[in-house]
Every structure is written in structure tokens, then in C-alpha cells.
């Protein structure tokens, strides 16, 4: 119901109290309103997306009217978008609020959970990855197991992208927009970076951003771009260890370097179980007569060559694909003493379908988009004993679980599928899911 509204900065707010509805994909509450139509129209029925809501919260929101369209030659570009909606006053709290640490949570685009109890965060998040695996995926009765759970859910990443303001000052962007929201500390980002924070913040950088990485084994510092010496030094007297091109850290008992374009999993610790697991993916429930150091494995989408490398001592050959030019140099270093590991440069797409090596296994980590057509053509041509993968977006992996499990051969069989907790605070979630061939 419509209770108010007024006129600011040229575009009418008009308020609502409503009961909030479940969270979507976005970590965002969904709510039901009549918005005004023009003139002449009747009211429309609106699903909106409220940042900082939870299911079942009894809530008055602001909505502000969408943007007028552009005229003259702006308009090609113009978009129509939903109207923008927040949370004014919250009636009825669900039990499972609580009060987020973090001054610009609601605004910044970073965070779209710190108001829900961490606990209700792992339900969520394995919540959704079933729902998507029925929905998308086809599953009746998916082998969903509990989200492993980040010990400590706060200060884990072991990166940052912050942008750069006109004043020459870092921060986050503002959700949807380019803004920058100036900060001195995030609460997710991992101790050491909100102490290189602080002193950055001290003094003007150029746009559009500045990357701050930082390894939690080896307490080295990759700052991008590189900073003057004077800042450098009160990094290094805080016990950081400032690299100038490349850094390293450890996982698995493994060094690796990184450059600053490279990927590299973003919560040290998580990715320690997840490479825990991708081994017991892969080495767990053989049969007595198989001998893990006879068979090949392929490391699709690999990276600097994390997985490749816990894989060697494991396996009898390893290939491992890759796109990126600066990843591609790092996992040739990281292999460089390690005989069985292959490292092919390419799309996996361009690369995968004219492999001709006879492979045993996949692990399989591509980014949000999942897999191309051509990439699961292939598995399902050759089929495989089994195929780890690992995904950071629930919708294409069980796009890409349905095409390998449900085709007309049921080429493979989804033995189990494993939420963790990369990313507390936010409404990213990774899996590992495991495969066997039929
Ligand atoms: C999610 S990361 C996984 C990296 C690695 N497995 C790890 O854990 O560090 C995805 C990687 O795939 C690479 N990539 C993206 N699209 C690709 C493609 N079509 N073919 C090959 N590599 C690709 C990216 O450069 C990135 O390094």
C-alpha cells in the first residue's frame, strides 16, 4: 500500500509498508507493490528487489521512480531499469537479523549478507544451490550435502580491487553505480589489507584502481600499481613484505607465485578444503585394481596451476589448460620442477576437442558462465571416470550438471555436491560437485 510520497531531486519517492518475501539469487528480499502507472494508467504490479531485507521482515520502503528516458543521442543507450527501492524502517525483524559491522552495508556493492546470522547464510546458500539444481538441473533428489562453513567468517579475503574516486581516494563502489564510497577498513577483507589500507588512504592515487593482494602463509604484499617507496617502507615496518611483480603463496603445502592479473582463489583457508576435497573427489571410492599413478587428468581452467600441482605427486600425468597469458607464465613457474605436468595454452573450448591424449579424469573450474556447449560435447564423446567440478555460480553448474547427467545416454552420475564457503557475507556460492561416469 501506497502510504506516501515526495518529490526529491526532480524524481518522486513513494513509500511502502510491506512484508518482505523470500531472498533471491542476489542475497536481495523480494517485495510485491502497486507502483503508480502514468497518467491514465492503472497502478502496476511490481516484484522489487530490497537490499538488506530478509524473508518474512515486516518493513516501510522507499521507492524512487526509475530515470525518465533519454532524448537525443543518449537514448540508443539508454536502458530501462528497475526502479531503485531501500529499506526505511523495519517494523518486524526476522530472528535471524543482525547488525551489520560495516557503516556502508546496504549501499556497497560488495556485501549482501551481513545482516543475516552466519548460520542462516550457510542454510541460504545450500537452500539455493537445491532449488537451482531442481529447477535448472533437472534433479529430483540431488546429493546435496551441509555448506562448509568458513571459520571465521570476517577479514578473509586475501584480496582487493578498490576504485579510485576524483579526489584520488579508495573505496568501493556503490551498488549499481560507478560511485565510489571512500573507506579506510571492509570488514570481509583480510586484516593486513585494511592495514595497508589505512596507510594508502593517506594519500592521493591515480584512477581507475589500485589491487592489493596479500599472502596469508607468506605475509608478502602485491600492491598494483606500485606505490612509492615511501609508502612501501610503512608497509614493510608493519611486517608486510612488499613484492615488486609477483608474489607467492601457499596452499596444500604448495608454493605458488602470482602475478597481479593472475586468478587466485580469494579465502586462503577455504581454498585449502577445496583443494582437500578435489583430491578426495578424484582419489575416494577406487576400485582395489586401480592405480592412481597410471592415469591422466586434465585441469580445465587451471589457473596459476593450484589444483595441477596437488594433483602431480597423486597422479601419473597431468595437462593442465589455460586462457590467460599472465596465468599461463605463473603456472609454467610453478610447474617448472614438477615432470608430469603439461601446460597447454588456450581456450578450453579450442583446446579440449582436439586433445588427443587418452584422459582418465577432469577437474574442471571455469568461471561464472560455466562451461561452453563445445567443452560438454566433448566430456559426454569421451566420457571419463570422473569429473570434479568446481563452480562459483549454482545457475550454469546445474545448467552444465543437467547436459552431463541427463542427456539421452546419462553419460555421468552427480555422486555428490558440495556447498563451501568461499565468500561469508555475500551472496556468492561455490561448489564442488562430483561425477562418475555411468
Ligand atoms: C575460477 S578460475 C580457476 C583457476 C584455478 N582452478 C584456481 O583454482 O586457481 C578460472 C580460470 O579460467 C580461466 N579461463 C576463463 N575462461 C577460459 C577459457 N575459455 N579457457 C581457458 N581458461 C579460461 C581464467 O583466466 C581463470 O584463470
Redesign the pocket.
Known amino acids: 500500500m501506497t502510504e506516501s510520497t515526495y518529490i526529491h531531486e526532480e524524481r518522486a519517492i513513494h513509500y511502502h509498508t510491506v512484508t518482505l518475501g523470500s531472498l533471491q539469487r542476489s542475497g536481495h528480499a523480494t517485495a510485491e507493490i502497486h507502483f503508480p502507472g502514468g497518467e491514465g494508467e492503472e497502478p502496476k504490479l511490481l516484484q522489487l528487489a530490497i537490499p538488506a531485507g530478509l524473508p518474512g521482515e515486516r518493513v516501510t520502503i522507499a521507492v524512487e521512480d526509475p530515470p525518465t528516458p533519454k532524448t537525443g543521442r543518449r537514448s540508443r543507450r539508454w536502458k530501462p531499469r528497475p526502479p531503485r527501492a531501500w529499506i526505511t524502517e523495519i517494523h518486524e525483524p526476522a530472528p535471524e537479523r543482525v547488525v551489520a559491522p560495516c557503516p556502508v552495508f546496504g549501499t556497497c556493492g560488495g556485501c549482501q549478507l551481513q545482516h543475516m546470522q552466519y548460520e542462516n547464510q550457510l542454510i541460504w546458500k545450500r537452500e539455493m544451490v537445491g532449488q537451482l539444481l531442481r529447477e535448472v538441473g533437472q534433479f529430483t533428489d540431488p546429493p546435496l550435502l551441509e555448506t562448509v562453513p568458513c571459520e571465521i567468517p570476517w577479514n578473509y579475503r586475501n584480496q582487493m580491487r578498490f576504485s579510485v574516486n576524483r579526489e584520488g581516494q579508495l573505496g568501493l563502489t556503490a551498488r549499481g553505480t560507478h560511485r565510489v564510497l571512500p573507506l579506510i577498513s571492509c570488514p570481509i577483507a583480510h586484516e593486513r589489507i585494511n592495514r595497508a589500507l589505512s596507510v594508502l588512504s593517506q594519500y592521493q592515487h591515480p584512477r581507475p584502481q589500485v589491487i592489493i593482494r596479500y599472502g596469508v602463509n607468506t605475509e608478502q604484499m602485491l600492491l598494483q600499481p606500485q606505490q612509492s617507496e615511501e609508502i612501501n617502507h610503512q608497509l614493510n615496518d608493519m611486517g608486510m613484505t612488499v613484492c615488486a611483480e609477483t608474489m607467492e603463496e601457499q596452499v596444500g603445502g604448495e608454493t605458488f607465485r602470482i602475478r597481479p592479473s ?4 580469494t579465502n586462503t583457508p577455504q ?1 585449502e578444503k ?1 583443494a582437500h576435497m578435489v583430491m578426495d573427489g578424484l582419489l575416494s571410492h577406487r576400485q582395489p585394481d586401480e592405480d592412481p599413478a597410471k592415469l591422466t587428468i586434465v ?9 595441477a600441482l596437488l594433483m602431480a605427486p597423486h597422479f601419473g600425468r597431468i595437462i593442465a ?4 597469458p599472465s ?1 599461463i607464465k605463473d603456472a609454467q613457474w610453478n610447474a617448472r620442477e614438477t615432470s608430469n605436468v603439461e601446460i597447454l595454452k ?6 579440449l576437442p582436439d586433445l588427443s591424449a587418452q584422459v582418465d579424469g577432469f ?1 574442471i ?3 561464472r558462465a560455466g562451461c ?1 556447449p563445445v567443452v560438454l560435447e566433448t566430456l559426454l564423446r569421451y566420457p571419463v571416470g570422473r569429473i570434479v567440478y ?1 563452480s ?1 555460480e549454482p545457475s550454469t553448474l546445474a545448467r552444465d550438471l543437467d547436459t552431463l547427467c541427463h542427456g539421452e545416454e546419462k553419460t555421468y552420475r552427480l555422486t555428490s555436491i558440495q556447498p563451501l564457503d568461499m565468500f561469508p557475507q555475500t551472496a556468492h556460492i561455490e561448489c564442488i560437485a562430483v561425477l562418475e561416469r555411468n
Open positions: 593472475s586468478f587466485f582463489q581454498a577445496m585441469d580445465a581452467y587451471c589457473g596459476v596451476g593450484t589444483f589448460i589455460e586462457e590467460s596465468a588456450g581456450k578450453v573450448e579450442d583446446v577437474v573450474d571455469p568461471p561452453q568446481i562459483c
